[in-house]
């Protein structure tokens, strides 16, 4: 986790008031960065402060555009695909490359200052939601070729490289960021060193491809954490589907913090931050949310129609604590002196807490 006021247990001014604050951002709605028909859209701690952090990005990339050649100093990158496809290449430290292609519903996962870039695949723009592990981080401020070449030197640059200056006549000035040119080639083609040595690990996981990790009554869910996808060891993505009126129950997670956006319905979220302070959020397609490490709060479809939700945690390792497993958890004498009952009341409310999760199966686990 990369909120060090956290780490620090230094006082939270936006989480230590009387009142919650917002924690819904209208993603798609925001302007961001245009380019031809390319988009990037951010929702950092600048326009969400309460996500310290993750920090989430809506990109759309116009067919022949890439996302040029980059990378990120302060921040993890873990994509899924909406629609269109994607090729991706990156370099690690070991100097080992990778490119994949990938569809809707697959997703990448890049370490920290591993460099890569994005190319739109096809005749169909692609896009793709980023999520990245430090809410302060900007898609803004990444780290880009162009960038870099255009104000160095071109006495350092052909030193560098052992080139004439002239070499260097014509390069961009100033960062491209969406770079536009033709449309790359079906067959992935050879590195310009010539064949690859591939990473130990793949950058690659196709996320909606197999089985959803669990299903249940009110819907179902996908879940990928560094168990499944080894790689990616600071986020956890989750694709969870409510049925309309379905409930993804009170719960908290003790060890990261939750992002989420909205691809399809209209969603309720409410979140629980202690000293009897309540918040409830309405949610639809486009927007997107954060609920604070160990933050009590619940998913709720509102509308009349199945919703579809991505959810990020900035963990390798999944965790939840359900509030009704917690109350089953107890014995019926600490439940009835806890809440002033009798012990039959207390024995009743846990029967039907038990079979409720039983039979509804609207937990995550």
């Known amino acids: 986790m990369s909120d060090v006021t956290f780490q620090n247990n230094v006082l939270d001014q936006l989480l230590s008031g009387k009142e919650l604050p917002s924690f819904k951002f209208e993603l798609e709605k925001s302007k961001g960065k245009v380019i031809g028909d390319s988009f990037g859209k951010e929702?950092?701690?600048?326009?969400?402060?309460?996500?310290?952090?993750?920090?989430g990005v809506s990109m759309c990339i116009e067919p022949g555009a890439m996302r040029e050649l980059h990378w990120h100093a302060t921040a993890a990158e873990w994509p899924f695909v909406l629609k269109g496809r994607v090729r991706t290449t990156v370099i690690n430290p070991a100097g080992?490359?990778?490119?994949?292609?990938?569809?809707?519903?697959?997703?990448?996962?890049?370490?920290?200052?591993h460099a890569h870039v994005l190319e739109?695949?096809?005749?169909e723009p692609t896009h793709f939601i980023l999520i990245f592990d430090n809410g302060y981080f900007s898609e803004?401020?990444?780290?880009?070729?162009?960038?870099?070449?255009?104000?160095?030197?071109?006495s350092l640059l052909a030193k560098n490289f052992g080139l004439p200056e002239s070499a260097?006549?014509?390069?961009?000035?100033?960062?491209v960021y969406f770079a536009r040119g033709a449309v790359p080639p079906e067959a992935i083609p050879e590195n310009l060193q010539g064949p690859r040595v591939s990473p130990?690990?793949?950058?690659?996981?196709?996320?909606l491809a197999g089985a959803p990790h669990a299903i249940f009554?009110?819907?179902?869910?996908?879940?990928?954490?560094?168990?499944?996808?080894?790689?990616?060891?600071?986020?956890?993505?989750?694709?969870?589907?409510?049925?309309?009126?379905?409930?993804?129950?009170l719960h908290w997670h003790p060890n990261a913090d939750e992002w989420q956006y909205i691809i399809e319905g209209d969603?309720?979220?409410?979140?629980?931050?202690?000293?009897?302070?309540?918040?409830?959020?309405?949610?639809?397609?486009?927007?997107?949310?954060?609920?604070?490490?160990?933050?009590?709060?619940?998913?709720?479809?509102?509308?009349?129609?199945?919703?579809?939700?991505?959810?990020?945690?900035?963990?390798?390792?999944?965790?939840?604590?359900?509030?009704?497993?917690?109350?089953?958890?107890?014995?019926?004498?600490?439940?009835?002196?806890?809440?002033?009952?009798?012990?039959?009341?207390?024995?009743?409310?846990?029967?039907?807490?038990?079979?409720y999760r039983q039979i509804n199966n609207i937990s995550s686990g």
């Open 43 to 55: 929702a950092t701690v600048e326009q969400l402060p309460i996500s310290k952090g993750i920090a």
């Open 96 to 113: 080992q490359t990778e490119t994949n292609d990938f569809d809707p519903g697959d997703i990448w996962y890049f370490p920290r200052g």
């Open 120 to 123: 739109c695949l096809g005749k």
């Open 140 to 154: 803004f401020g990444t780290f880009s070729i162009t960038d870099w070449i255009g104000h160095t030197p071109k």
């Open 168 to 175: 260097f006549d014509g390069f961009p000035k100033e960062e």
């Open 200 to 207: 130990p690990e793949t950058h690659k996981f196709r996320m």
């Open 217 to 249: 009554k009110g819907g179902r869910e996908w879940r990928v954490d560094s168990t499944r996808f080894p790689i990616s060891t600071t986020v956890t993505g989750v694709i969870l589907d409510l049925e309309s009126g379905a409930l993804r129950e």
């Open 267 to 355: 969603l309720s979220v409410t979140m629980f931050g202690s000293n009897g302070r309540f918040r409830t959020e309405q949610l639809h397609v486009g927007d997107v949310a954060y609920i604070p490490q160990g933050y009590g709060h619940s998913i709720e479809n509102i509308g009349d129609k199945r919703s579809r939700m991505l959810i990020g945690f900035n963990t390798g390792t999944y965790q939840a604590i359900d509030l009704s497993a917690w109350i089953a958890g107890n014995p019926l004498d600490v439940l009835a002196t806890n809440f002033g009952k009798p012990h039959s009341c207390s024995r009743s409310f846990c029967a039907r807490t038990f079979s």
